[in-house]
């Protein structure tokens, strides 16, 4: 049995390693972006969950270049896992939402070094053109390359109501855009669990949703409460019930029994700041959670894609 039997789905680290022969690690940069559902241009703001950071963690403000970055995080994770190759995450904000000579620019300054095996890049849907993804495809030649697009919800609903900017068809647009510019980019989508007013089956619509599109990977999050941001103040009013942690893995099990067995599942919660979380606090300790998720499907005698169905066009 491999590592991803044993897991019972198909996780990021074993992709990367039956790819590149060892372990690649993920190293995360802020390289200064926005978002256009902060700056005016989609909305001011924001989603409702989303504090001022956008996911980031503050390095360009502090003025560290995406070079330094890259330099102190890969001691960082060398150190720590003893990784000698890296994938570089442009996680904070929309990392393609900026003219296509400055994304070049940092996306080249990324893969100068020798040891960084390529880029993912995180945005919104709404932040992709043809130029854009003409040079992600560029890039795809040589490296491995993953865009990951937030869609967070399969419902226009909840999309609306947590004020995303940009519905379920924008998703399907970038998608099939990037399929036809950059077939070689791997293609990564967000969702959340626990949005408000969805149901389990409303979130295993979003398993059946991506399962049907064929994206090649998934990053699952739980919605928790960040301090100061709209939800915040749903929460304390009473009007935002957070998940419990029962619920939250079995969703996850029945969420990863429907997606094909191939997809590379490359987050299965998230990971809050101490400091900024009002609630709950079980995300805190996120191994139990993950020994939970792998404890259930085992009990279930269950894995990724045992309830999954091929669709006719695929
Ligand atoms: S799209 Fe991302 S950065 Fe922008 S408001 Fe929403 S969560 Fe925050």
């Not at 990564?188 to 059946?208: D, F, Q, S, V, W």
Request: charged share 25%; glycine share 8%.
């Amino acid at each position: 049995m491999n590592a991803t039997q044993a897991k019972r789905y198909t996780d990021l680290n074993s992709h990367l390693k039956e790819r590149f022969g060892k372990r690649v690690q993920k190293l995360t940069v802020d390289a200064g972006f926005t978002c256009p559902n902060r700056d005016g241009h989609t909305g001011t703001g924001g989603c409702i969950f989303c504090n001022e950071k956008g996911s980031g963690n503050g390095a360009h403000l502090l003025g560290t270049s995406v070079s330094e970055q890259i330099r102190q995080g890969r001691l960082a994770l060398f150190k720590r896992y003893k990784a000698k190759l890296f994938l570089v995450y442009f996680q904070a904000y929309s990392n393609t939402y900026a003219p296509v000579e400055r994304l070049k620019a940092l996306y080249d300054e990324a893969l100068a070094f020798d040891d960084v095996v390529g880029l993912a890049i995180g945005t919104r849907p709404d932040c992709v053109d043809e130029e854009k993804l003409a040079l992600l495809d560029a890039y795809s030649k040589e490296k491995l390359v993953w865009i990951e697009y937030g869609l967070q919800s399969a419902h226009d609903t909840t999309l609306a109501a947590i004020n995303r900017g940009h519905d379920v068809a924008c998703f399907k647009e970038a998608m099939a855009l990037t399929r036809k510019i950059a077939p070689e980019v791997k293609i990564c989508a967000h969702i959340i669990l626990g949005l408000p007013g969805e149901t389990r089956e409303m979130m295993l619509e979003g398993a059946r949703l991506l399962a049907d599109l064929g994206v090649d990977g998934i990053k699952l999050h739980l919605l928790y409460v960040v301090k100061d941001t709209p939800l915040d103040t749903l929460y304390l009013n009473g009007d935002y019930t957070c998940m419990e942690e029962d619920d939250y893995v079995e969703t996850v099990c029945d969420f990863l029994e429907l997606l094909p067995p191939e997809m590379v599942i490359q987050r299965l919660t998230g990971d809050p700041h101490r400091d900024e979380l009002r609630a709950p606090q079980w995300p805190l300790k996120k191994g139990t959670t993950l020994a939970r998720i792998q404890a259930t499907l085992e009990s279930r005698g269950t894995c990724q894609g045992s309830r999954y169905i091929k669709p006719e066009h695929a």
